[in-house]
C-alpha cells in the first residue's frame, strides 16, 4: 500500500497551502481532490496581494505549481472513507486505491447535498443514517438502502454487505456516476441500483419502508445517505471528530479532537473566504508536521526498547 507523511484532502486554498509548508518541511505530502469550485473564470478581488483582479482559476493554479515546486504530489482522486488502523496510522480508500498517513488534513470546502426527501429529518436516528461504519452494525440482516449516485454511494453499499444481503442503492432521480467497475462489483454482489426518486419515508417505530414518486413502497429499516461526493462531515462521522452542525471543530492550531487529524477552509465553518483558508492551511500544515515528527520520535523509542 502507498504510504504518505501527510495526506491532505481537498485541492482549494487551504489544502495547498497546507501543501507548501508540510512538503517545503521536507514531508512527504499528498494531495487529493480535483478542482475546486472557485478555480474558474471567477474574478477574486479581494485577496491581499493582487491589484489587478486575479480568476479564481489562475490562483489555484499558482497555488498547485508552488506546492509542486516543493515537492507535494497532486492527484485528482476522490476519497471515498478513512479509517484508522491498529498502529494509529489513517487509511483513505479512493477510486483508485488505499493511502496510508500518519496524518491527514481535511480541506473538503462544504458541500453536502441533500437528497430532497420531504421528512428525512423525521427519520434521523431512527433509521437514517450518516454513516455506514457507525450504523452499519445495527442493521444486521435487515433491508437497508443507500441513497446516492456515485461511487460513494456505490461504496457504502458494499460495504453495508458486511451487515446484511439486503442492500439497494437509489439514485435518487439524478444520473448515475457509478464507474463500470462499481456497477459491475455492485451487479456481483446482488445489489440492484434503482433509478427512481424517494419521496417520503414511513414508520411507526423507526423507518420501516420508503415511498418513491412512483407509489412505489420498498421495505428499508435503514437509509444511508451517501449523495454526491464524501464530505468532511462523512470522514467526520467515521472517525468520530466533533462537528459544529455540517462544519468540524477545531482549535486554534486546526487540530481536531482525534490527534493526527487536522481540518482548514471553508469545511471549518469560521469565515468561508480564501485568505482565511489560506491561513488555515498554514496552520494545519504546521500542526501535522509537528504530529508526523512526535509520532516518528515515539515509534523510534517503542523500537530501541
Ligand atoms: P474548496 O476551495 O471548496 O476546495 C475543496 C477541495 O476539496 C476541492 O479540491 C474538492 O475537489 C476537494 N474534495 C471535496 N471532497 C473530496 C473528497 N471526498 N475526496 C477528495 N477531494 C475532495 N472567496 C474570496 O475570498 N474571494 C472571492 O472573490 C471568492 N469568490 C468565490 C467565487 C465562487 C464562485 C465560489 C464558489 C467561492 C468564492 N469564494 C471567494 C469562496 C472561496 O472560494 C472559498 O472560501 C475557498 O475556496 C475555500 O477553500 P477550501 O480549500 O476550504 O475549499
Known amino acids: 500500500m502507498e504510504s504518505v507523511d501527510i495526506l491532505i484532502i481537498g485541492q ?8 507548501i509548508y508540510t512538503a517545503r518541511a521536507g514531508m512527504r505530502t499528498l494531495i487529493l481532490g480535483c478542482a475546486p469550485k472557485v478555480a474558474g473564470d471567477y474574478e477574486i478581488d479581494n485577496y491581499f496581494g493582487f491589484t489587478e483582479t486575479i480568476t479564481g482559476k489562475e490562483l489555484i493554479e499558482r497555488g498547485k505549481a508552488q506546492a509542486a515546486k516543493f515537492g507535494a504530489d497532486i492527484r485528482c482522486d ?28 481535511l480541506a473538503t470546502g462544504v458541500s453536502r447535498i441533500r437528497p ?4 428525512l429529518a423525521d427519520y434521523e436516528g431512527k433509521g ?22 456515485g461511487n460513494f454511494a456505490a461504496n457504502q453499499a458494499l460495504e453495508l454487505l458486511q451487515y446484511t444481503p ?7 432521480g439524478k444520473e448515475l456516476s457509478i464507474s463500470e467497475e462499481f456497477l459491475y462489483r455492485l451487479e456481483e454482489s446482488n445489489i440492484p441500483v434503482l433509478e427512481g426518486k424517494i419521496a417520503t419515508l414511513a ?15 420498498i421495505d428499508a429499516q435503514g437509509l444511508f445517505v451517501a449523495m454526491g461526493q464524501a464530505s468532511s462531515s462523512d470522514f467526520a462521522y467515521s472517525l468520530g471528530l466533533v462537528r ?5 471543530e477545531t482549535d486554534r492550531d486546526q487540530r481536531t479532537n482525534v490527534p493526527g487529524i487536522f481540518a482548514a477552509g471553508d469545511c471549518v465553518g469560521r469565515f468561508l473566504q480564501i485568505s482565511v483558508a489560506v491561513g488555515e ?8 508536521i509537528s504530529h508526523v515528527k512526535e509520532r516518528r520520535r515515539t515509534l523510534l523509542d517503542k523500537e530501541a526498547k
Not at 437514517?128 to 437497508?144: A, E, N, Q, T
Not at 414508520?203 to 413502497?217: A, F, R, W
Open 281 to 288: 492551511g498554514a496552520l494545519a500544515g504546521r500542526a501535522a
Open 128 to 149: 437514517v443514517s450518516y454513516c455506514v461504519s457507525c450504523d452499519g452494525f445495527f442493521m444486521r440482516g435487515k433491508p437497508v438502502m443507500v441513497v446516492g449516485e
Open 12 to 19: 482549494g486554498p487551504a489544502g495547498l497551502s497546507s501543501a
Open 166 to 172: 439486503d442492500v439497494k442503492v437509489c439514485s435518487q
Open 203 to 217: 414508520g411507526d417505530n423507526g423507518l420501516e419502508k420508503v415511498h418513491l414518486e412512483s407509489g412505489e413502497q
Open 244 to 248: 459544529n452542525g455540517q462544519f468540524i
Open 78 to 105: 476522490r476519497v471515498l472513507g478513512i479509517h484508522q488502523d491498529d498502529a494509529g496510522a489513517f487509511v483513505a480508500k479512493t477510486e483508485d486505491k488505499q493511502i496510508k498517513a500518519a496524518s491527514i488534513i
Open 116 to 119: 430532497g426527501i420531504s421528512n
